[in-house]
């Protein structure tokens, strides 16, 4: 990753991902639901790295989903040694956009977005992120 890409995937982070034989369908290809899951694991992973869950919930938040694109560029089957990687590309007052790649020894076999919004689990209604953590992120 050169330091363009780096600058653009900020809270970056990298895991491995074991394909477990329930993801394949009766073709022995990964479901294409599974990278849903896959996407929702690497995201809980920025989270509990940089703006962890818990702390969100004490002030009564929590990240919602809105959409998510999927592209789907080579098949993943249960012999595949894949590595997830995720990062924040955009974050403003009450929306964020997280990217996906997931590999295999650099060879990218999906890629995706997630956009969602810090959301107020009381009012049912997008917030905007606290201050501080804003201030964070644009130093990154």
Aim: aromatic share 16%; hydrophobic share 35%; with cysteine.
């Amino acid at each position: 990753m050169d330091a363009t890409e780096q600058t653009a995937r900020k809270m970056y982070i990298e895991q491995a991902i074991q394909v477990k034989t329930y993801d394949t369908d009766y073709m022995q290809i990964v479901s294409n639901t599974v990278y849903v899951k896959w996407f929702e694991d690497l995201r809980m992973a920025i989270l509990d790295r940089y703006f962890p869950l818990e702390e969100m919930m004490k002030a009564g938040n929590t990240p919602i989903l809105a959409e998510t694109y999927i592209k789907y560029i080579r098949p993943v089957t249960l012999k595949n040694k894949l590595t997830g990687k995720a990062w924040i590309s955009e974050i403003d007052r009450s929306k964020w956009v997280a990217g996906f790649e997931i590999e295999e020894h650099g060879i990218i076999y999906c890629e995706g977005r997630q956009t969602g919004y810090y959301y107020n689990i009381e009012t049912k209604r997008p917030v905007r992120f606290p201050a501080d953590f804003l201030a964070y992120y644009h130093t990154l």
